[in-house]
């Protein structure tokens, strides 16, 4: 069982940078792909971003590709999101996930074992 732990959100202006941060544990956080999902209020989960598990090969949502940064930490079972130019509406809660399996996936359903979330709010 995989419990994962989110940190770094917060309030920030538009234009901002916020770093989120994602502690796993009581897995082998190296065999497992990380996704990042957002929730906004009233709104479906979406896709954020995703690493693979050698931390080499990412993707992104179009909606955050050229201003978030998916990297992660092998060595400290950690996954960050690294968010640059914030936009209000990127306003959302954050939640930090982790797949079984070698392949990247933009699904919910493809993902094993979630974090509690962290909000991040943008103000204009």
């Known amino acids: 069982q995989v419990q994962l732990v989110e940190s770094g959100g917060g309030l920030v202006q538009a234009g901002g940078s916020l770093r989120l941060s994602c502690a796993a544990s009581?897995?082998?956080?190296?065999?497992?792909?990380m996704g990042w999902f957002r929730q906004a209020p009233g709104k479906e989960r979406e896709f954020v971003a995703t690493i693979r598990r050698s931390g080499v090969n990412t993707l992104y949502a179009d909606s955050v590709k050229g201003r978030f940064t998916a990297s992660r930490d092998n060595a400290k079972n950690t996954v960050y999101l690294q968010m640059n130019s914030l936009k209000p509406e990127d306003t959302a809660v954050y939640y930090c996930?982790?797949?079984?399996?070698?392949?990247?996936?933009?699904?919910?359903?493809?993902?094993?074992?979630w974090g509690q979330g962290t909000q991040v709010t943008v103000s204009s």
């Open positions: 009581g897995g082998t956080f190296s065999t497992y792909v």
């Open positions: 996930a982790a797949r079984m399996g070698p392949n990247a996936s933009t699904q919910i359903k493809e993902y094993n074992y």
